[in-house]
């Protein structure tokens, strides 16, 4: 199993989805009738992270902190993701204390068309 941005691979996820996104409009006529414009389509892949490390995080973060679009993509046993260029966003960090500090957050990654 690989999850991999830009040139990070990346820790295995919590919970990993997929969103499709539409980009459309939507009218409707004066007899009630109603149409649909669907101008692109795209995906947002949403990673929920727990317990990394700090290293691990750091990792992410250098691909976060170059603020351009990154490729990402996923080969696992019943799933692959072509390399697919994304914006990046990542969510309020929770950390947990111990020995080390550890993070939970969510990686959220929109396709970029």
Known sequence: MSYILGATTLPNPKEFFREPIEVSVENVSLEGRTTKDIFKRKERF??????????????????????????FEVTETNLTIAATPVHIRITPRDYMKGSEYRSDFNLILTEVI
């Open 46 to 71: 949403i990673l929920r992270f727990q317990h990394l490390t700090p290293a691990q995080v750091a990792s992410i973060l250098s691909e976060y902190d170059v603020e351009t679009t990154k490729d």
